[in-house]
């Protein structure tokens, strides 16, 4: 990745952590996560990786087949 | 009867239908742009209030009823008809032309429909002319396809009818208004047949399976209008109903982890279309003013980024002739202005603030938590990053970006790129100003998408499923390969009941042809010389009294046996 990509993206987070904790976040229904700083960045990075290898666990044990699979039978 | 004199909307694009096939061939495109762009002039311009109803026997039919929920979804429906005309522009087949204005009439038709018996009549009449705009491919694997697609929906649509007729039993009257939750058998027919046309798991297959194989004007189309008629008539008919929640949150997440797996690029986009309509259905399941709202507003965004999806993979498809990912790659130099809208489309569905997709995803997971439901909220939440993970990151990142594969493109036609710029702009007018989206909603709306917390969940999720992309592109990497899904119950065995039901049928008939044929040939043989029966010579001659005449002898013995059996009846009488 390009370091001037990674800056942003760094920047950005910090941006996104201030407003967080400057601006007391809080959509206004008490959601558990809201008590944890940057939750959704865990989440994001979290949610990431988990739906990838869940798909691929998902498609090589299971699901995948070779692409005439209908039109071979 | 007629209360009101009010054209119903639909007929304008029908009559355009009918009208196109008697124009010269060169009107033809322009006519198909003028029939679209004058149903949304009037659907835009169209009181809400008006009503037509015509007594038909003993029936009240409602041909027409316009309220905001009706206009909002027909401004949509008109708005991408004639930007779909635009796109398809180049395209001179009147067939497909007048299958796409016949589709987004009925659609029109359906959205407008104040009794179940002209909605169904229009719900059937989309299911056929979408067909036609899968078949125009003209090569098997649609034709097959498209098969299965209308095969789908006549057996979605003969459960809805059927239960329209219980419904109509039961209650005597046919007027569509919301059905009471858990109410009698009819109205969870009703319901079936609904959410098998909004794509719904299990019964969304017909979708994953056809819309990728379809044409690349008619894939647009097939995307905008299908699956959010079955969300307007849930919006209408089915608010409140909490088992459109879990199926909703559970759509939002089945068609992200498919389109994770699948290597067609209109196969990931595909999958998407469940996944988005997954949250209209939550919405709809969650059933306060916020989340209906929520529900409208998020069709509406989603017709607009996803045709304008399609439109950009549909431009690939022209420009290369592939759709898969193993096969494309690199082609950002020679197609940077698809790049650019349909990265403008793909922000939008990921929900990029100033996009139309944040100003519209956002109402329903907030709707979720204004109600409580914080799974159902987070499973949403989830979903939205596997979105911007296959379609902003995967789809774009193995078609433009990565190596070149050597494929060549041809210059893509003006028209496809104007219609590409027209539905991008207004998936970034949206963004900017939601009020121009949100005034057009059926409830009362008190929401600010750009509020501090929005946008700090937001900005965070995407940034770093950015990341997680960026740590495991290698794994996303696309293979040569097919995904199993619940089609496979109804291809699987394809062959077999193949082999049982047409193959061992025609068998049974040709045998017995084949045996009657033989039959009737000997039979017609025999006619011609019955003497041949008595005879050695079996040869197939006709009957000649100089030929086949009996032997002296032959006559003799006959003669001799009458005389012999009449005196022993004599004897045995006296």
């Known amino acids: ?73 | 009867m007629i209360n009101d004199l009010v054209i119903p909307p639909s007929l304008v694009m029908l009559l355009g239908a009918f009208l196109i096939p008697f124009l010269p061939k060169k009107m033809r495109s322009a006519a198909f742009m003028f029939f679209s762009f004058a149903s949304l002039l009037y659907i835009w311009t169209i009181p809400v209030g008006k009503i037509l109803a015509v007594q038909v026997m003993n029936y009240e039919l409602i041909l027409c009823r316009v309220d905001a929920l009706s206009r909002i979804f027909g401004i949509i429906f008109a708005f991408i008809a004639f930007a779909g005309s635009l796109y398809s522009f180049h395209i001179k087949e009147t067939s497909q032309q007048c299958a796409a204005l016949i589709y987004a009439g009925s659609a029109i038709g359906v959205t407008f429909a104040g009794d179940f018996f002209t909605l169904f009549i229009y719900w059937e009449l989309m299911a056929v002319a979408s067909t036609v705009l899968i078949w125009a491919r003209r090569n098997k694997d649609a034709k097959k396809a498209g098969f299965r697609y209308l095969l789908y929906h006549v057996f979605g649509g003969g459960i809805l009818f059927m239960g329209i007729l219980m419904h109509l039993s039961e209650s005597g009257s046919l007027s569509v208004i919301p059905l009471t939750q858990g109410g009698p058998l009819s109205s969870w027919l009703i319901l079936l047949g609904v959410i098998i046309n909004a794509a719904v798991p299990p019964f969304h297959t017909w979708l994953s399976d056809a819309y990728p194989k379809a044409t690349i004007t008619g894939a647009v189309f097939l995307s905008a209008f299908t699956t959010k008629t079955a969300v307007y008539v849930l919006v209408r008919i089915f608010p409140g109903w909490e088992i459109l929640l879990v199926l909703g949150t559970v759509m939002t997440l089945y068609g992200v982890i498919f389109a994770v797996l699948s290597n067609d690029i209109r196969g990931v986009l595909a999958y998407h279309i469940i996944s988005q309509v997954g949250y209209m259905v939550a919405g709809v399941g969650l059933g306060t003013e916020m989340a209906l709202n929520g529900s409208t507003a998020h069709a509406f965004s989603h017709i607009l980024y996803k045709a304008l999806l399609f439109m950009g993979a549909g431009a690939v498809l022209y420009a290369t002739g592939e759709s898969k990912l193993t096969k494309l790659g690199g082609l950002h130099k020679s197609m940077r202005p698809v790049l650019i809208l349909y990265m403008i489309a793909a922000f939008s569905i990921s929900g990029f603030p100033l996009f139309n997709g944040f100003i519209s995803k956002s109402m329903v997971i907030s709707a979720a938590g204004e109600s409580h439901q914080e799974l159902a909220m987070l499973l949403m939440l989830l979903a939205s990053v596997g979105t911007f993970l296959s379609v902003g990151l995967k789809l774009p990142y193995f078609t433009w970006m990565t190596e070149h594969k050597g494929l060549k493109s041809k210059k893509i036609p003006h028209n496809m790129i104007l219609a590409m710029g027209l539905v991008a702009f207004f998936c970034c007018l949206h963004g900017v100003m939601p009020s121009l989206l949100y005034k057009l909603l059926p409830y009362p709306l008190h929401f600010e998408p750009y509020s501090i917390p929005h946008l700090v969940e937001t900005g965070q999720i995407l940034i770093f499923t950015f990341i997680g992309f960026w740590l495991l592109r290698k794994k996303l990497r696309p293979h040569a390969t097919i995904t199993l899904d619940l089609d496979w119950f109804y291809r699987r065995p394809a062959g077999v009941f193949r082999k049982i039901f047409v193959d061992g049928v025609d068998s049974i008939f040709k045998w017995t042809t084949d045996r009657m044929m033989t039959l009737v040939g000997r039979v017609t043989r025999l006619a011609n010389n019955p003497v041949a029966l008595f005879s050695r010579d079996q040869t197939d001659s006709s009957y000649s009294p100089d030929t086949s005449r009996p032997r002296m002898q032959s006559i003799l013995i006959f003669v001799l046996l009458t005389f012999i059996v009449l005196v022993l009846i004599g004897l045995l009488a006296a």
């Open chain 1, 1 to 73: 990745m390009k370091k001037w990509i990674v800056l942003i993206l760094f920047l950005l987070t910090l941006l996104s952590l201030y407003a967080e904790l400057s601006f007391s976040v809080d959509a206004g229904h008490g959601h558990w996560w809201n008590k944890i700083p940057g939750f959704f960045i865990f989440f994001g990075l979290l949610g990431c990786i988990l739906l990838i290898l869940f798909a691929k666990a998902l498609g090589k044990y299971w699901l995948i087949r070779d692409e005439n699979y209908y039109d071979d039978k």
